[in-house]
């Protein structure tokens, strides 16, 4: 009894959070206008999701600015997050104390903050990409810094000295041996820093070109627009993100269950 | 010449530029603005003009309710949910987790924009009930990140405390109040600053759920529509300070949570 009480709630709050999304993609195979005013099954969301030509520039500028401030937060964020472990205690504070600071702030507070210094102190223009790269980066660097730390706490640091006695340069080393050892610190840190950039709508706000759109922005502006035929298609976009996380999230689930039982096996053979 | 020789300190140092030039600079020019006027003399008007005006307080206050009753909602659906995710026989825990949490990574505006739809099909208007809405909005926001740190530190739990409270002859409320609960307090803090702060700040839920209402940062909001830079700097500023305050109430919530968002899918 007291079992299915739980099963229950869990049950509601699952509700809760996928029942709006769902019925936004049933409706999203109709001609509705409106959610509730369901009349006939139609493709035609789709066929304007696929050939707007605003709605695909969006898609592909998205992605483009979240990969490429992701790879330039990963350079950073990794190489502070190195610096900053074999750094002295002193320096070490510093970076984790600024490293910090985007990390517990209102993301409203880290763009205003950026706009007003990149485009109204320096003048730089929001039309050479460049404010809207830097806040992303700001945004992302520090969790992949904080995703790398503690791998390279895990490490043993005995094979890095082991590799400079056996004759290795520095530079090798850290190649050879630290890079792989943190390996997966970084890729999730990449990550993460892909999620938040896609996800982010307050730094593109105040630093964006006023002709690029993210998906979030061009969301926002869309359902305050009265552009029947767009806002309908954004459920169609609604369905294909969801599937494309997934399948994302599936997939990485599965090769992790896998790596663990590869590890399993390993051990109990060992 | 003393020869450059390549050591891995030396590695942070365009990281530590980086954070210096775009995190600590930023910040700074913040104070100068937010206690500057529009001719560049120093004035302590716009702070003054903050704590005294009853709109720009009311934000303040309204702010700090939607905030608080949008962690606490939060709060007593994700725990429970939580609780029952970590100490389930279900099979393949992981994979319910990854459930309840995966809305997170659909972008936010497109859930919030199935959230408006389905809102206006039951309330008609949703002009009706903005506090309502505004609670409502910010919760399928932001339930995820308090699930994934608590449900994080229940399941980290060592059972033999459980047992051994029950061998001692509590029964299970005694052993959940007096053992589960206080060891899971780090879980909570962690998502009560995930969710506190975000549900002053972020405006755009209420924008997009056609709430007219304003939360501090929508004063921000505001202020960058009308280039008003000095207006909206104070506006940053009271919010650093809340944020600071809150961070140190909070003793600095484990960051490896906020971390952990991103190795959840890994």
Redesign the interface.
């Known amino acids: 009894m007291k079992k299915a009480w739980k099963y229950i709630f869990i049950a509601f709050v699952l509700i809760f959070i996928y029942a709006p999304i769902l019925i936004l993609i049933f409706y999203s195979f109709t001609d509705a206008t409106n959610i509730g005013a369901f009349r006939n099954f139609s493709l035609h969301n789709y066929v304007t999701l696929f050939t707007t030509e605003a709605i695909r520039e969006m898609i592909i500028g998205t992605i483009c600015l979240a990969v490429g401030s992701a790879a330039l937060a990963t350079l950073f964020g990794t190489a502070g997050a190195i610096g900053s472990f074999y750094s002295s205690r002193k320096a070490g504070m510093f970076y984790e104390s600024l490293n910090k600071v985007p990390v517990i702030n209102a993301d409203v507070v880290t763009g205003f903050s950026i706009c007003i210094l990149l485009v109204v102190v320096l003048g730089i223009s929001k039309e050479t990409y460049i404010p809207l790269v830097i806040g992303h980066v700001v945004l992302c660097a520090p969790f992949v810094y904080l995703s790398v730390i503690p791998k390279l706490k895990q490490m043993d640091p005995s094979i890095y000295e082991a590799a400079l006695d056996l004759g290795a340069t520095p530079a090798k080393a850290l190649r050879s041996i630290v890079i792989p050892q943190i390996s997966s610190g970084i890729v999730s840190g990449f990550a993460l820093a892909i999620t938040l950039s896609l996800d982010d709508y307050f730094i593109a706000t105040y630093t964006k070109p006023a002709t690029f759109d993210t998906i979030s922005t061009y969301v926002v502006n869309a359902t305050k627009g009265q552009q029947t035929a767009i806002k309908t298609a954004l459920w169609a976009l609604s369905a294909v993100i969801f599937v494309v996380v997934a399948l994302i999230v599936a997939i990485s689930y599965l090769r992790g269950a896998r790596a663990e039982n590869v590890q399993k096996a390993e051990r109990s053979k060992a | 010449m003393k020869t450059w020789k390549?050591?891995?300190?030396?590695?942070?140092?365009?990281?530590?530029v980086?954070?210096?030039l775009?995190?600590?600079?930023?910040?700074l020019?913040?104070v100068y603005?937010a206690f500057t006027n529009g001719e560049g003399h120093f004035t302590v008007s716009n702070l003054t003009g903050f704590f005294t005006d009853p709109n720009t307080l009311g934000t303040l206050c309204y702010s700090f309710a939607i905030a608080a009753v949008t962690t606490l909602v939060c709060l007593l659906?994700a725990y429970?949910?939580a609780y029952?995710?970590a100490t389930?026989n279900l099979k393949r825990k992981?994979?319910w987790l990854?459930?309840?949490i995966?809305?997170m990574?659909?972008?936010?505006?497109?859930?919030?924009?199935?959230?408006?739809?389905?809102l206006?099909?039951i309330e008609g208007n949703l002009a009706r009930y903005p506090f309502l809405n505004a609670v409502v909005g910010m919760t399928?926001d932001f339930?995820?990140f308090m699930i994934l740190p608590i449900y994080n530190t229940i399941s980290r739990l060592d059972g033999a405390l459980i047992e051994a409270a029950k061998d001692l002859g509590a029964n299970d409320t005694a052993a959940f109040l007096k053992i589960t609960l206080p060891l899971s307090v780090p879980g909570i803090i962690s998502g009560v600053?995930m969710v506190f702060?975000?549900a002053?700040?972020?405006?755009?839920v209420l924008?997009?759920l056609y709430n007219s209402t304003y939360i501090m940062?929508s004063l921000?909001?505001s202020y960058?529509s009308a280039y008003n830079?000095h207006g909206?700097?104070m506006i940053?500023l009271i919010?650093?300070a809340i944020?600071i305050v809150f961070?140190v109430a909070t003793n600095?919530a484990d960051?490896?949570d906020?971390?952990g968002?991103?190795?959840a899918?890994?």
């Open positions: 390549f050591s891995r300190k030396s590695l942070g140092i365009p990281y530590a980086f954070l210096l775009f995190v600590a600079l930023p910040l020019v913040l603005y659906l429970p949910t029952i995710l389930s992981q994979v990854l459930i309840f995966m809305s990574w659909i972008n936010f505006s497109l859930r919030m924009t199935a959230l408006k739809e389905v206006t099909l399928y339930l995820p600053s702060l975000p002053m700040t972020n405006y755009v924008d997009m940062g921000i909001g960058f830079w909206g700097s940053a919010l650093l944020i961070t600095g960051d490896s906020r971390a968002i991103g190795g899918l890994l």
